[in-house]
């Protein structure tokens, strides 16, 4: 059992008033105010938005009106989003995954070993200034208009906060901790696997969090370098046909995906981490 399973077990972070009726009122309650606030800015734009095109006549060609992009994304989901949507949520995906795996393991070599995170911390840090839009066309030359490509570059652009954040939390355990686990003749490994993980976790979720809002970027943006299907492609074909409000209907897919992945990745985080909740409440 963790420190933080141990915590848990004795009460210290899930209150045990969460079963109560009138907690969960007032839950409820906060989740009404934080909703209502960005509820109410997306009503107001979408007003504005409606009013851009019926009141004011701005052309559909440069600002479509967002009942034209609705019926825009009614005509053309079977025939055209449906299937861009699945190869780009794919990328996505994969990508994302990939990120996870290496972007944990770099974390956990460089959190271990003081020699390997001397010699790689800077290269690290110097391959976030190169350009994604540079790497993409690149990866495209290299493997064609495969997956591979936009796999890579999501990984690319995920992986990094995945490491910062998750090397932060490793080194940032109470040493009280470290010590009692020592006290107690604990391994190396016990300590990590039963202090230094569990406490990164919070961390590591916030590293997924932020990666998240990225990946979606990172598909299209292979899309854009070389592809034969995917939303990015669609964006592509519908801008040289001056199509804005297929371009639209793209950008709303993506929002929403990385919307759903953020919000999938919140809910692990309830589930896996629950004593980062108490804490944030604090």
Request: hydrophobic residues 55%; aromatic residues 10%; glycine residues 6%.
């Given at each position: 059992?963790?420190v933080m399973?141990?915590m848990?077990?004795?009460?210290t972070?899930?209150p045990t ?8 009122r007032?839950?409820?309650g906060?989740?009404?105010?934080r909703i209502?606030?960005p509820?109410?800015?997306l009503l107001?734009?979408?007003?504005l938005?409606q009013m851009?095109g019926d009141?004011?006549?701005?052309p ?11 019926a825009?994304?009614?005509e053309?989901?079977?025939?055209t989003?449906s ?5 780009t949520l794919?990328e996505?995906?994969?990508g994302f995954?990939?990120a996870i795996?290496?972007g ?11 020699v390997?995170r001397?010699a790689f911390m800077?290269?690290?840090i ?5 350009p994604i ?5 690149v990866l495209?030359i290299i493997?064609?208009y495969t997956l591979?490509?936009?796999?890579i570059?999501?990984?690319l652009i995920c ?11 490793l080194?940032?355990?109470d040493p009280?901790?470290?010590k009692?686990?020592?006290?107690l003749?604990?391994s190396?490994?016990a ?5 230094e993980?569990?406490?990164a976790?919070?961390?590591?979720f ?6 998240a809002t990225?990946?979606?970027?990172g ?5 854009f ?9 669609v ?6 046909q001056?199509?804005?409000d297929?371009?639209?209907v793209a950008?709303?897919?993506?929002t929403f ?6 919000v999938?990745?919140s809910?692990v ?5 629950p004593?980062?909740?108490k804490?944030?409440?604090?």
């Open positions: 059992m963790t399973e141990t848990t077990s004795t009460g972070d899930v008033s969460d079963a109560d009726p009138s907690s969960r007032r839950w409820l906060a989740t009404v105010k209502l606030p509820a109410g800015i107001v734009i979408g007003i938005w851009a009141v004011f006549g701005v559909d060609y440069i600002l479509p009106t967002l009942s034209e992009i609705w825009s994304a009614s053309n989901w079977e025939d989003f299937s861009a949507t699945v190869v794919t996505v995906l994969i995954g990939v795996v290496v944990v393991s770099i974390a956990l070599a460089l959190h271990l070993s003081p390997l001397t800077p290269l690290l110097g391959s976030q200034a190169v839009v540079v790497i993409a066309p495209a493997f064609g591979m490509p936009k796999v570059v999501v990984a992986f990094f906060s995945i490491v910062v954040n998750t090397m932060h939390g080194a940032s355990v009280e901790l470290i009692v686990m020592r006290t003749d604990a190396r490994w300590i990590l696997r039963r202090v993980i569990p406490a976790l919070p961390s590591f916030t590293g997924l969090r932020i990666s990225y990946a979606s970027v598909a299209v943006f292979g899309e370098a070389g592809s034969l299907d995917g939303l990015g492609y964006m592509i074909q519908a801008t040289s001056l199509q804005t297929m371009v639209f950008i709303f897919i993506l995906m990385s919307i759903s992945l953020f999938a990745v809910i985080e309830r589930f896996v981490c004593w980062a909740r804490e944030d409440r604090r």
